[in-house]
Protein backbone atom coordinates (compact mmCIF):
# COMPACT_ATOMS: atom_id res chain seq x y z
CA UNK A 1 0.00 0.00 0.00
CA UNK A 2 1.30 3.30 -1.08
CA UNK A 3 -0.70 5.07 0.99
CA UNK A 4 -1.93 7.62 -2.30
CA UNK A 5 -6.11 6.64 -2.50
CA UNK A 6 -7.53 7.14 -5.93
CA UNK A 7 -11.42 6.98 -5.91
CA UNK A 8 -13.36 5.66 -7.54
CA UNK A 9 -11.42 2.32 -8.53
CA UNK A 10 -13.65 1.93 -11.87
CA UNK A 11 -16.47 4.34 -13.68
CA UNK A 12 -18.00 3.24 -16.47
CA UNK A 13 -20.06 6.09 -18.15
CA UNK A 14 -21.16 7.29 -21.45
CA UNK A 15 -19.64 9.71 -24.64
CA UNK A 16 -20.46 13.15 -23.73
CA UNK A 17 -20.31 12.75 -19.96
CA UNK A 18 -18.16 14.56 -17.28
CA UNK A 19 -16.45 12.70 -14.33
CA UNK A 20 -14.34 13.61 -11.52
CA UNK A 21 -11.90 11.31 -10.02
CA UNK A 22 -10.51 11.93 -6.50
CA UNK A 23 -7.41 11.43 -5.31
CA UNK A 24 -5.35 11.63 -1.57
CA UNK A 25 -1.99 12.23 -1.38
CA UNK A 26 0.65 10.36 0.96
CA UNK A 27 0.30 12.07 4.10
CA UNK A 28 2.47 14.97 4.39
CA UNK A 29 3.06 14.81 0.64
CA UNK A 30 2.50 18.38 -1.23
CA UNK A 31 2.74 17.07 -4.92
CA UNK A 32 0.74 15.40 -7.09
CA UNK A 33 1.16 14.23 -10.78
CA UNK A 34 -1.22 13.20 -12.90
CA UNK A 35 -0.84 10.26 -15.49
CA UNK A 36 -2.88 8.73 -18.27
CA UNK A 37 -2.41 5.10 -19.31
CA UNK A 38 -4.06 3.98 -22.03
CA UNK A 39 -4.35 -0.09 -22.85
CA UNK A 40 -1.02 -1.63 -23.28
CA UNK A 41 0.74 2.39 -23.51
CA UNK A 42 3.03 3.72 -21.49
CA UNK A 43 2.02 6.40 -19.04
CA UNK A 44 1.53 9.97 -20.07
CA UNK A 45 1.74 13.04 -18.08
CA UNK A 46 -1.27 14.84 -17.65
CA UNK A 47 -0.18 17.95 -14.90
CA UNK A 48 1.39 18.26 -11.15
CA UNK A 49 0.25 20.39 -8.67
CA UNK A 50 2.07 21.75 -5.54
CA UNK A 51 0.55 22.62 -2.10
CA UNK A 52 -2.56 23.94 -4.13
CA UNK A 53 -0.29 25.89 -7.30
CA UNK A 54 0.42 24.30 -11.13
CA UNK A 55 3.37 23.47 -11.12
CA UNK A 56 4.15 21.34 -14.99
CA UNK A 57 1.48 20.80 -17.44
CA UNK A 58 1.82 17.77 -19.48
CA UNK A 59 -0.22 16.26 -23.01
CA UNK A 60 -3.55 17.59 -21.03
CA UNK A 61 -6.65 18.36 -23.18
CA UNK A 62 -8.33 21.37 -22.92
CA UNK A 63 -11.49 19.05 -21.51
CA UNK A 64 -9.54 17.64 -18.80
CA UNK A 65 -8.72 20.31 -15.51
CA UNK A 66 -7.39 19.80 -12.42
CA UNK A 67 -7.41 21.25 -8.92
CA UNK A 68 -5.85 20.71 -5.76
CA UNK A 69 -8.00 21.40 -2.92
CA UNK A 70 -6.49 23.41 0.69
CA UNK A 71 -6.52 19.53 2.65
CA UNK A 72 -4.39 18.60 -0.53
CA UNK A 73 -6.34 16.02 -2.62
CA UNK A 74 -6.74 16.57 -6.06
CA UNK A 75 -9.06 15.73 -8.32
CA UNK A 76 -8.75 15.39 -11.82
CA UNK A 77 -12.47 16.54 -13.97
CA UNK A 78 -12.99 15.00 -17.46
CA UNK A 79 -15.54 16.22 -19.61
CA UNK A 80 -17.21 15.85 -22.90
CA UNK A 81 -15.90 12.04 -23.03
CA UNK A 82 -14.83 10.80 -25.78
CA UNK A 83 -14.03 6.82 -26.69
CA UNK A 84 -10.46 7.73 -26.76
CA UNK A 85 -10.44 8.38 -23.28
CA UNK A 86 -11.03 5.28 -21.74
CA UNK A 87 -8.28 4.88 -19.91
CA UNK A 88 -6.46 3.60 -15.95
CA UNK A 89 -5.50 7.50 -14.50
CA UNK A 90 -3.24 7.37 -11.91
CA UNK A 91 -2.39 9.93 -9.30
CA UNK A 92 0.99 9.94 -7.40
CA UNK A 93 2.13 12.15 -4.72
CA UNK A 94 5.58 13.35 -3.42
CA UNK A 95 7.04 14.77 -0.42
CA UNK A 96 8.05 17.76 -2.26
CA UNK A 97 7.89 19.97 -5.50
CA UNK A 98 11.28 18.06 -6.23
CA UNK A 99 10.22 15.10 -4.45
CA UNK A 100 13.12 11.77 -5.50
CA UNK A 101 10.07 9.53 -5.26
CA UNK A 102 6.86 9.19 -6.55
CA UNK A 103 4.48 6.83 -4.95
CA UNK A 104 1.62 5.78 -7.06
CA UNK A 105 -1.92 5.35 -6.30
CA UNK A 106 -4.05 2.05 -7.49
CA UNK A 107 -5.41 4.25 -10.63
CA UNK A 108 -8.95 5.03 -11.82
CA UNK A 109 -10.04 2.61 -14.40
CA UNK A 110 -12.36 4.78 -16.79
CA UNK A 111 -14.13 3.14 -19.57
CA UNK A 112 -16.44 5.70 -21.83
CA UNK A 113 -18.98 3.69 -24.07
CA UNK B 1 13.39 17.77 -23.84
CA UNK B 2 14.24 14.68 -21.94
CA UNK B 3 13.26 11.44 -23.70
CA UNK B 4 13.16 7.67 -22.45
CA UNK B 5 13.55 5.09 -24.68
CA UNK B 6 13.44 1.45 -23.55
CA UNK B 7 13.41 -0.66 -27.10
CA UNK B 8 12.85 -3.85 -25.61
CA UNK B 9 8.95 -4.21 -26.05
CA UNK B 10 9.30 -7.85 -24.26
CA UNK B 11 11.52 -10.44 -22.88
CA UNK B 12 11.31 -13.44 -21.17
CA UNK B 13 13.92 -15.48 -18.62
CA UNK B 14 13.89 -19.12 -17.48
CA UNK B 15 12.72 -19.02 -13.48
CA UNK B 16 16.27 -18.63 -11.28
CA UNK B 17 17.90 -17.41 -14.67
CA UNK B 18 18.99 -13.82 -14.61
CA UNK B 19 17.31 -11.09 -17.19
CA UNK B 20 18.37 -7.74 -18.09
CA UNK B 21 16.31 -4.63 -19.28
CA UNK B 22 17.61 -1.62 -20.87
CA UNK B 23 16.69 1.71 -21.10
CA UNK B 24 18.13 4.74 -22.76
CA UNK B 25 17.88 8.41 -22.02
CA UNK B 26 18.42 11.60 -23.44
CA UNK B 27 19.13 14.86 -21.22
CA UNK B 28 21.34 17.88 -21.23
CA UNK B 29 20.95 18.02 -17.71
CA UNK B 30 24.07 16.98 -15.06
CA UNK B 31 21.78 16.35 -12.12
CA UNK B 32 19.10 14.20 -12.11
CA UNK B 33 17.18 10.89 -11.21
CA UNK B 34 16.34 7.39 -12.81
CA UNK B 35 14.13 4.64 -11.75
CA UNK B 36 12.66 1.54 -12.52
CA UNK B 37 9.31 1.16 -11.81
CA UNK B 38 7.42 -2.45 -11.87
CA UNK B 39 3.68 -2.63 -13.23
CA UNK B 40 2.07 -6.47 -12.92
CA UNK B 41 -1.30 -7.62 -13.68
CA UNK B 42 -2.44 -5.58 -11.23
CA UNK B 43 -1.67 -2.22 -12.87
CA UNK B 44 -0.13 -1.06 -9.52
CA UNK B 45 3.02 0.95 -10.15
CA UNK B 46 5.87 -0.14 -7.77
CA UNK B 47 8.93 1.35 -7.32
CA UNK B 48 11.88 -1.54 -7.60
CA UNK B 49 14.58 0.83 -7.31
CA UNK B 50 16.09 4.24 -8.02
CA UNK B 51 19.46 5.71 -8.87
CA UNK B 52 20.64 9.37 -8.14
CA UNK B 53 22.94 10.99 -11.53
CA UNK B 54 25.22 12.05 -8.80
CA UNK B 55 26.36 9.01 -7.59
CA UNK B 56 29.03 6.57 -9.00
CA UNK B 57 27.90 3.57 -6.91
CA UNK B 58 25.00 1.12 -9.13
CA UNK B 59 22.38 1.16 -6.84
CA UNK B 60 20.67 -2.76 -5.61
CA UNK B 61 17.59 -3.69 -3.87
CA UNK B 62 17.71 -7.30 -3.25
CA UNK B 63 17.55 -9.39 -6.59
CA UNK B 64 17.78 -6.14 -8.52
CA UNK B 65 20.76 -4.01 -9.90
CA UNK B 66 21.47 -1.30 -11.94
CA UNK B 67 23.66 -0.88 -14.61
CA UNK B 68 23.89 3.33 -14.83
CA UNK B 69 26.39 4.41 -17.68
CA UNK B 70 26.08 8.17 -17.59
CA UNK B 71 28.20 8.70 -20.32
CA UNK B 72 26.26 6.57 -22.49
CA UNK B 73 22.98 7.32 -20.73
CA UNK B 74 22.07 4.04 -19.84
CA UNK B 75 20.52 2.64 -17.26
CA UNK B 76 19.81 -1.00 -17.75
CA UNK B 77 18.01 -3.03 -14.81
CA UNK B 78 19.48 -6.91 -13.88
CA UNK B 79 17.04 -9.16 -12.23
CA UNK B 80 18.72 -12.10 -10.73
CA UNK B 81 17.32 -15.37 -10.01
CA UNK B 82 14.27 -14.49 -11.74
CA UNK B 83 10.83 -15.50 -9.63
CA UNK B 84 7.33 -16.07 -11.43
CA UNK B 85 6.16 -12.76 -9.20
CA UNK B 86 8.99 -10.94 -11.36
CA UNK B 87 6.41 -11.13 -14.49
CA UNK B 88 5.59 -7.40 -15.23
CA UNK B 89 5.47 -4.47 -17.14
CA UNK B 90 8.90 -3.00 -16.34
CA UNK B 91 9.04 1.12 -17.01
CA UNK B 92 11.93 3.24 -16.72
CA UNK B 93 11.16 6.68 -15.82
CA UNK B 94 13.66 9.64 -15.72
CA UNK B 95 13.18 13.12 -13.49
CA UNK B 96 15.05 16.10 -13.74
CA UNK B 97 16.24 17.53 -10.88
CA UNK B 98 15.53 21.10 -11.96
CA UNK B 99 13.04 22.70 -13.66
CA UNK B 100 9.20 21.41 -13.50
CA UNK B 101 10.80 18.19 -11.79
CA UNK B 102 8.33 15.97 -13.88
CA UNK B 103 9.24 12.24 -14.25
CA UNK B 104 9.11 10.68 -18.11
CA UNK B 105 8.69 7.46 -18.48
CA UNK B 106 9.59 4.51 -21.23
CA UNK B 107 7.25 3.15 -23.16
CA UNK B 108 7.74 -0.61 -21.15
CA UNK B 109 9.16 -3.70 -21.49
CA UNK B 110 7.05 -6.94 -20.45
CA UNK B 111 9.02 -9.58 -18.59
CA UNK B 112 7.61 -13.15 -19.08
CA UNK B 113 9.08 -15.70 -16.85
CA UNK B 114 9.09 -18.92 -17.86
CA UNK B 115 8.30 -21.61 -15.15
Known amino acids: DSGVTQTPKHLITATGQRVTLRCSPR?????VYWYQQSLDQGLQFLIQ???????AKGNILERFSAQQFPDLHSELNLSSLELGDSALYFC????????????FGEGSWLTVV | AQTVTQSQPEMSVQEAETVTLSCTYD???????LFWYKQPPSRQMILVIR??????QNATENRFSVNFQKAAKSFSLKISDSQLGDAAMYFC????????????FGTGTRLKVLA
Open chain 1, 92 to 103: ASSARVSGNTIY
Open chain 2, 27 to 33: TSESDYY
Open chain 2, 93 to 104: AYRSDSGTYKYI
Open chain 1, 49 to 55: YYNGEER
Open chain 2, 51 to 56: QEAYKQ
Open chain 1, 27 to 31: SGDLS
